[in-house]
């Protein structure tokens, strides 16, 4: 009962709200609250955190964390995202193609890439730059970086009571992970070259400019260089490294830490979404999560309750958007698919959570196999029968 009551509590209990045995605050009303007392960096807020009624998606009434934070943290820097020619270097991305992995956006990963028909460079080695959300990108293959929109806000919604689902839902491409206590929201897997032609660069901390004009993470930040020293990349992320601290709290109200425990031991018994029940850095016992030490290094899946309608910003375009009818829109969403792109891998996300495997090893073994796959050859990769196999695939990767 000691587990249960601290896996449902638990943020209350980091910081301070509610007990194991009763709740010792009055959330019936919105009220104000500091920042530091939630953990979040006071830099990146608009007002101060209210605790606020909300509705679970399960239709559940509870109490949320509202938080409205600035377009980017005022103390925190980021880029550079794309370099200018191929004798400068940027920041990293998650290639998918034919020698998969992270790399640091230069001269080598530009000409690899090129080399399997996305030229992202001139005759003279200025690589394509393009602001999609000013304008469209005029050549075939372009390399992104978005401007700022200063004016933009963001709202988002934290159970502070966390209610375990009765499945975890999956996190595919650019889904809501959750809120960073530098203020900056986490999201999934930014889109893939294969399915736009363009590439949307991430800095060496791992984040980049949503085309609404915002900021956000698409990694845990403060333990990336773990994942840098795993996969051999020459990058450097300025912010302070500690694979052993609290990074965020996700949109189910759980905790985000980094690839070790407290003790700096790896956590052990993760489940599916790399979340287990175990002790954290204030010696409390509860349910989180725990990054990972590859690219992307987040949860993999959420397996708690997110509250409705968590997630929305005054952009006027981009994930969370809904600007008033009326407004003057000048800015763009992002293109479906660039001049010359080509269709994309299909989505394993749902094959690997059923199998029980990462959707990146899951990728490398049908890659491996063959083209097209050759289900006899990864399922024995994969220690399944081809039958489980071939019915956990979307019809795409079915030779």
Same mark, same amino acid.
């Given at each position: 009962m000691k587990y249960l009551a601290s896996a449902v509590?638990?943020?209350?209990?980091?910081?301070?709200?509610?007990?194991?045995?009763?709740?010792?605050?009055?959330?019936?009303?919105?009220r104000p609250v500091s920042p530091e007392r939630y953990g979040f960096s006071a830099a990146a807020m608009? +007002? !101060?955190?209210?605790? $606020?009624?909300?509705?679970?998606?399960?239709?559940?009434?509870?109490? *949320?964390?509202?938080? &409205?934070?600035?377009h980017r943290p005022s103390d925190l820097g980021i880029g550079p995202f794309c370099p200018e020619t191929l004798e400068g270097a940027g920041g990293i991305w998650p290639w998918d193609g034919e020698q998969p992995g992270l790399y640091r956006v230069n001269g080598d990963f530009l000409r690899m890439i090129a080399a399997e028909g996305y030229q992202m460079f001139d005759a003279d080695g200025t690589v394509y730059l393009s602001d999609i959300s000013i304008a469209a990108p005029t050549e075939a293959h372009t390399c992104i970086r978005v401007s700022e929109d200063t004016s933009v806000t963001i709202t988002?919604?934290?159970?502070?009571?966390?209610?375990?689902?009765?499945?975890?839902?999956?996190?595919?491409?650019?889904n809501k992970v959750?809120?960073?206590?530098?203020?900056?929201?986490?999201? +999934? !897997?930014?889109?893939? $070259?294969?399915?736009t032609g363009h590439m949307?660069?991430?800095?060496? *901390?791992?984040?980049? &400019?949503?085309?609404?004009?915002w900021y956000h993470w698409h990694a845990n930040s403060n333990d990336i260089a773990t994942v840098f020293e795993a996969e051999s990349v020459d990058a450097t992320c300025a912010l302070e490294q500690d694979g052993a601290q609290l990074f965020g709290y996700a949109f189910d109200g759980f905790p985000i830490y980094g690839h070790l425990e407290p003790d700096g031991s790896l956590p052990q018994d993760l489940d599916n979404c790399r979340g287990h029940i175990g002790e954290m850095t204030n010696g409390d016992v509860g349910y989180h999560y725990h990054t990972g030490e590859s690219f992307p290094?987040?949860?993999?899946?959420?397996?708690?309750?997110?509250?409705?309608?968590?997630?929305?910003?005054?952009a006027q375009v981009g994930v969370g958007a809904n600007p008033p009818p009326g407004t003057e829109i000048t800015r763009r969403d992002p293109p479906g698919g660039g001049r010359g792109a080509r269709r994309g891998p299909p989505d394993l996300s749902d094959a690997a959570q059923q199998l029980g495997i990462p959707e990146q090893e899951l990728s490398r073994i049908l890659r491996e196999s063959g083209r097209p796959p050759n289900l006899s050859i990864a399922a024995e990769q994969l220690n399944v029968s081809e039958a489980e196999l071939s019915a956990a695939l979307p019809a795409r990767r079915r030779p």
């Open positions: 509590c638990l943020f209350g209990l980091i910081l301070g709200a509610c007990s194991p045995n009763a709740h010792t605050h009055d959330h019936s009303h919105s608009v +007002s !101060d955190p209210e605790t $606020v009624d909300c509705v679970l998606e399960t239709g559940q009434a509870s109490h *949320c964390l509202k938080l &409205v934070v600035k988002a919604l934290i159970p502070l009571e966390p209610v375990m689902a009765s499945r975890p839902s999956r996190l595919g491409v650019v959750g809120m960073a206590l530098s203020g900056a929201p986490i999201f +999934s !897997d930014a889109p893939s $070259v294969h399915h949307p660069a991430l800095d060496q *901390c791992g984040g980049h &400019v949503d085309p609404g004009g290094n987040l949860p993999r899946c959420l397996n708690g309750v997110q509250s409705m309608d968590n997630f929305s910003t005054t």
